[in-house]
C-alpha cells in the first residue's frame, strides 16, 4: 500500500468508527424522528419557516421548495422561468403591468393544525406579496417585520399595487420597469402563504405560528421540529404535481461536516449538506456514494463596514486589500474547488467581464498606503468569520486566520470573531463588525441578483449589504439597468459598477466555488439547484 493510499484508508477507518459511536449516542433521537423514507443531514437550524423573512440558505432549504410553491419557478438546468402557481402571464407593453392567470384546484396542506376550507386562488397571493409589501398590512410586523430580500432590492418602492382581478387572475402594476421582476418573483423567498390560515391564527391570537407552523401548497407538509435536532415532513397527498417524493421526509440536524459524511456513510442519512473541501476526496473514493458537482452561482468575499473608520476610507480598503495573497486563500481554503473572483458575478453569468482588474498582492504598497492614511503600526481590526460552511466560504474560520498572518506583516493585528449564525447575522447586521468573510449565493440567473443585494443602499438597512456602503452613483448604474430589457445596454452598466467597486472597495471578491452534494447511490433524483433551495419532490429511493 503505497503512502497516500494508507493514509486515505486510515482516514476512512477513523471516521467510519467515529461515525458507529455516533450512531450508539443518537439512538434515542433517532426513535424520536422515526424511520424515515429520505433522511437529509443538513448543517444547522432554520431562523424561520417563512423564508420571506430570511436570506439564509438554511431557512431556505427547511422550507421554500419543501412547503411552499410560489408563482414561477426556474428551470433549473437552463435557468428560464416557468409556470408555477401561475399556470401563464401577461406583459404590458410600456413593462409596468404584469398579469398572471393561477392554476385552479391547488390545494394546501391539511394538518394537525389546519384544515383549509379551500383551495389556492388570488386572495393568497395579495396576502402574501402585499405582507412584505405595505407597512400598514396586518401582517406586516408579526416575527419582526424585517423581510430583507425584499428590502434589499427596495421592491416595494417598485411595486405599485397588487390587484384580484377575480379568483384566478392577479394583476401587479409597477411604478417604473424592472428588467429582473419576473425573476424575483421565482426565488426562494417568493412563496405564498395561505391567507385563510393568516386570518384564523389572527383570531386565535397567535399570529406568528404562520411561521413557525407553515402552511403552504408545497410537495411535503410540515410535522415537527425540534431546534438543532431535526424536522419532520410527510407527503402531500393532494399535491397538484405529479411528483414522486419520499411520504416521509426528515432534516438531522448535524453542524459539523465530517459527522454528516459519517452519518451517510453509516447509512444514518441519505444525503448531506455542504461536505467540507477535506470530506470530497472520502466520498469520492467510496463506492456506495455519489458526489453531484456543479459550478456554483456565488460569490465569497471580504466585506469592510464603511461606516466605521477608518473602513470609511477607500485607501484604507485597498490597503488592507493589497496585504492578502488571494491565491493562498483559495489553495488553502477551497483547495482547487473553486475559480479566483475578479468581480460579483461569476463566468457562468452573461454580465461576467472578463478583463476585470483586480487588487493584487503587495504588501509594500499595501504599507505605503496605510502610512498615507495614518494608520499606525500597532492598529487592531477584527475580521468576523462564519461560524457555518457554505460553498462560496468552506472555511471562514481559517480564511480569517491565514489572513491574520499576512496582515501581521504590514502591521495590522487581527482579532478573528465568532458566535452562533444567528447571533453572528443579527450582529453583522447592527454593524458590530470591522470586517467580515462571507458570500451570497444567487437566488436567480439575472446578475441583479448580485449586484443590487449586495452593495446598493437601499439593502444596507435589510442586512444583505454587509460593507454598508451607499454610493449614488453606483445605485444609479444599478437602476439604469433594470430599466432596459437589452442585455447589451445591461452588460455596459454593470461593467461600470464594476469598476466603481475596484475603485472604492467596499469588498474584495475571494472565489466562485462550486457546489457539492453528497448522496447515498440508493438514492435516486438529487440535483443541485444552481438557483437556490435544496428540494426532494422527486426524490426516490431504489427499489
Known amino acids: 500500500m503505497n503512502p497516500n493510499s494508507k493514509s486515505r484508508y486510515i482516514k476512512s477507518t477513523l471516521l467510519l468508527s467515529f461515525s458507529v459511536i455516533v450512531m450508539l449516542g443518537c439512538s434515542k433521537q433517532k426513535t424520536e424522528i422515526t424511520q424515515a423514507g429520505i433522511t437529509f443531514c443538513s448543517e444547522s437550524s432554520p431562523a424561520s419557516f417563512n423564508p420571506q423573512l430570511d436570506t439564509s440558505s438554511t431557512t431556505a432549504d427547511a422550507s421554500s421548495h419543501q412547503v411552499y410553491d410560489r408563482l414561477l419557478e426556474f428551470n433549473t438546468e437552463n435557468g428560464q422561468i416557468e409556470p408555477g402557481l401561475a399556470s401563464s402571464w401577461l406583459v404590458s407593453n410600456d413593462s409596468l403591468t404584469y398579469t398572471f392567470q393561477l392554476r385552479k384546484d391547488v390545494a394546501f396542506h391539511d394538518t394537525e393544525y389546519f384544515t383549509p376550507t379551500r383551495f389556492f386562488n388570488a386572495d393568497d397571493v395579495v396576502f402574501s406579496i402585499d405582507r412584505w409589501r405595505v407597512n400598514s398590512h396586518p401582517y406586516h410586523d408579526v416575527s419582526g417585520g424585517n423581510y430583507p430580500y425584499f428590502q434589499s432590492l427596495d421592491l416595494k418602492n417598485t411595486i405599485k399595487n397588487v390587484t384580484r382581478i377575480n379568483g384566478y387572475r392577479v394583476e401587479i402594476s409597477l411604478f417604473k420597469p424592472d428588467s429582473s421582476f419576473l425573476a424575483n418573483l421565482a426565488t426562494d423567498f417568493s412563496v405564498i402563504l395561505s391567507a385563510e390560515y393568516a ?287 437589452n442585455s447589451n445596454e445591461r452588460r455596459l452598466f454593470y461593467h461600470r459598477a464594476n469598476q466603481i467597486i475596484f475603485n472604492e472597495a467596499p469588498l474584495i471578491p475571494i472565489a466562485h466555488a462550486f457546489q457539492y452534494q453528497a448522496v447515498n447511490n440508493q438514492i435516486e433524483g438529487m440535483l443541485i439547484n444552481p438557483f437556490g433551495g435544496i428540494r426532494f419532490d422527486d426524490v426516490v429511493r431504489k427499489q
Open 199 to 485: 386570518m384564523q391564527l389572527i383570531e386565535s391570537g397567535s399570529p406568528s405560528d404562520l411561521d413557525k407552523k407553515p402552511i403552504g401548497t408545497g410537495p411535503f407538509k410540515f410535522i415537527s421540529y425540534r431546534k438543532d435536532q431535526f424536522i419532520r415532513y410527510q407527503r402531500h397527498q393532494d399535491y397538484f404535481l405529479d411528483t414522486t417524493g419520499p411520504e416521509n421526509l426528515v432534516f438531522d440536524i448535524t453542524p459539523k461536516s465530517s459527522l454528516r459524511v459519517a452519518k451517510l456513510i453509516t447509512g444514518e442519512c441519505d444525503a448531506v449538506a455542504f461536505p467540507s473541501q477535506n470530506d470530497l476526496e472520502i466520498i469520492r473514493e467510496r463506492d456506495d456514494l455519489t458526489l453531484l458537482e456543479k459550478p456554483g452561482l456565488n460569490v465569497g468575499f471580504w466585506a469592510f463596514n464603511t461606516s466605521k473608520p477608518p473602513f470609511d476610507d477607500p485607501k484604507v480598503r485597498r490597503a488592507l486589500a493589497l496585504a492578502i495573497d488571494k491565491t493562498s486563500l483559495l489553495e488553502a481554503v477551497y483547495l482547487g474547488q473553486a475559480t479566483r473572483a475578479k468581480s460579483l458575478v461569476p463566468s457562468a453569468s452573461w454580465a461576467h467581464q472578463s478583463n476585470m482588474q483586480e487588487i493584487g498582492y503587495n504588501p509594500i504598497t499595501a504599507r505605503k498606503l496605510l502610512d498615507e492614511a495614518g494608520i499606525p503600526n500597532d492598529f487592531t481590526m477584527n475580521i468576523w468569520a462564519m461560524p457555518v460552511q457554505r460553498a462560496y466560504n468552506p472555511n471562514a474560520m481559517k480564511m480569517a486566520q491565514l489572513m491574520s498572518s499576512y496582515l501581521a506583516d504590514v502591521g495590522v493585528t487581527v482579532n478573528i470573531v465568532s458566535y452562533d449564525w444567528a447571533r453572528f447575522r443579527q450582529n453583522l447586521t447592527a454593524g458590530m463588525h470591522d470586517s467580515v468573510l462571507i458570500g451570497w449565493s444567487a437566488d436567480n440567473g439575472d446578475p441583479d441578483n448580485f449586484y443590487r443585494p449586495l452593495l446598493t443602499c437601499a439593502a444596507i438597512p435589510s442586512g444583505t449589504n454587509r460593507a454598508m456602503w451607499c454610493n449614488p452613483e453606483y445605485d444609479a448604474l444599478i437602476e439604469s439597468a433594470l430599466n432596459t430589457e
